[in-house]
């Protein structure tokens, strides 16, 4: 994503782990509003200080299986949750929008 930020060529979403294409991929049907909310939005605090919180604990062994389960479930909606930010930029710097403005 990064290079085709960098080199203005449409976007894609095969160099990206396949569990992620999918929706990679609905975003390029989405309007550019919808794509700026994407861009612009955030973690709650509350969701942040749980996932430093699992990780931490994973970090020095404390994990109950539950937690190990809930880590990796977290894990993989913050890693969706960047992809989906970075290629709503991708999108909307090829439709002519300067997102490093924002």
Known sequence: MLHALQVGNPPAWDDVPEEFQADLAALDKL????????????????????????????SNGKLAEAECLELMSVRHDADLFMLCKAQAAVLLCWRGYNVAAT
């Open 31 to 58: 309007d550019n509003n919808t794509l700026w909310q994407i861009f612009h939005s955030h973690k709650t605090a509350a969701d942040m200080k749980r996932y430093n919180i699992l990780l931490e604990d994973n």
